[in-house]
């Protein structure tokens, strides 16, 4: 090798180095302008709900940044004297939680079944439950509504979270066949040489594998029933409203709960911002899962 040779491969490899060094620090840098843009809308509501009603409505939540005489909690002890939204806050959870368990429980045992049991049509009926997916949930309003009307559960709670658990199913059972099909058989079929029963090997082998996978489904399906409004607005009890109906309901005297609005709406958004911070280890592994083998 001349030397000349030399000198260009070192000027290269020094290019090289140093294009790698930059192109780190910009995805870095463009990462946290996007994280800080993101957040903006949060932070906003923040100092929305901790400003007077009064100023808020002649200026925007920004000016706090240069009059921090603004911020006072009064809006957060008006929101916890206001019976409607804690109550609806309550009945949120009642909702969303069972929900939630269900449809990881279900889709759980229907995804092992479809991915490690045989049994005549498995195929059929498993493109039969991927097929409901593209089935929208306004399509099923009207005539469910019928349904639970004929049996007794219209505008309940139980009938929310039937409707919740029903179409979160599909995706459920997509997501976790997809995750158990990558077991290996070998350890399957070791089990099931040692004595153990399906059930006992999906509890006590399968289960345990999936934590990142179900991690991921549960805060899908979490954020989806806590953040929807449509299905609550029909199904619930109007008397006993989840959180996004109550504070739709507020907004109809808006010039009278200005002092609740900010600080509901923002308890709303920050439990699932909450949650998905919390597994975002979760959600990633679970969602990563597959992709490297």
């Not at 949120?92 to 889709?107: R, S, Y």
């Not at 045989?118 to 019928?146: C, E, M, T, Y």
Request: proline share 5%.
């Amino acid at each position: 090798m001349t030397s000349t040779e030399t000198v260009v491969r070192a000027k290269q490899s020094l290019a090289t180095r140093v294009a790698a060094r930059a192109g780190g620090a910009g995805m870095r840098f463009f990462l946290v302008v996007v994280g800080l843009l993101w957040l903006t809308p949060t932070a906003g509501l923040l100092l929305s709900s901790l400003r007077d009603p009064a100023e808020a409505d002649l200026t925007g939540w920004w000016k706090v940044f240069t009059d921090p005489s603004q911020l006072t909690l009064d809006g957060y002890d008006q929101l916890l004297h206001n019976e409607v939204v804690t109550d609806s806050l309550l009945t949120t959870a009642l909702i969303t939680i069972p929900a939630t368990a269900l449809v990881v429980l279900i889709g759980a045992l229907a995804g092992y079944a479809f991915a490690c049991m045989d049994f005549p049509g498995r195929d059929w009926w498993f493109l039969l439950v991927v097929g409901l997916l593209v089935v929208p949930v306004q399509v099923a309003l009207i005539p469910v509504s019928k349904l639970f009307g004929e049996i007794g559960i219209f505008q309940t709670t139980t009938g929310v979270v039937l409707f919740h658990t029903a179409f979160g199913l599909p995706f459920a059972v997509f997501l976790l066949h997809n995750f158990f099909a990558e077991i290996p058989r070998e350890l399957l079929e070791a089990a099931r040489l040692d004595g153990a029963g399906e059930l006992r090997l999906f509890f006590r082998v399968v289960l345990p594998l999936a934590g990142p996978a179900i991690a991921s489904l549960a805060i899908f399906q979490f954020l989806w029933v806590w953040n929807d409004m449509l299905v609550a607005l029909i199904f619930a009890d109007s008397g006993d409203p989840p959180i996004t109906v109550a504070l739709q309901q507020q907004a109809r005297q808006f010039s009278n709960n200005l002092d609740v609005l900010g600080p509901g709406a923002f308890i709303s958004m920050v439990v699932p911002l909450a949650v998905f911070f919390a597994f975002q280890r979760q959600f990633v592994s679970g969602v990563m899962a597959g992709a490297v083998k």
